[in-house]
């Protein structure tokens, strides 16, 4: 487990990329990816309570990806 020093704590590295990872590889070309991001962050949160993550965009459409 790699950890990383951040602002009141540490992060232990992977952690989402493994969850998003899940979620891109079930895509539907339904969900957009604010609704990926948003299950992906809620398996984290119940594995990793502790653990934060933070979506930034300057989208201006929803970005669906096709299957």
């Not at 899940?22 to 502790?50: M, N, T």
Request: charged residues 25%; without cysteine; proline residues 3%.
């Amino acid at each position: 487990m790699l950890l990383a020093t951040v602002v009141g704590g540490y992060a232990v590295r992977g952690l989402f990329t493994g969850a998003i990872a899940d979620e891109l590889s079930a895509v539907d070309g339904k969900r957009d990816i604010y609704q990926l991001f948003s299950k992906a962050l809620r398996s984290l949160e119940q594995s990793h309570p502790s653990q934060t993550t933070e979506l930034r965009s300057t989208l201006k459409k929803d970005l669906k990806l096709r299957p």
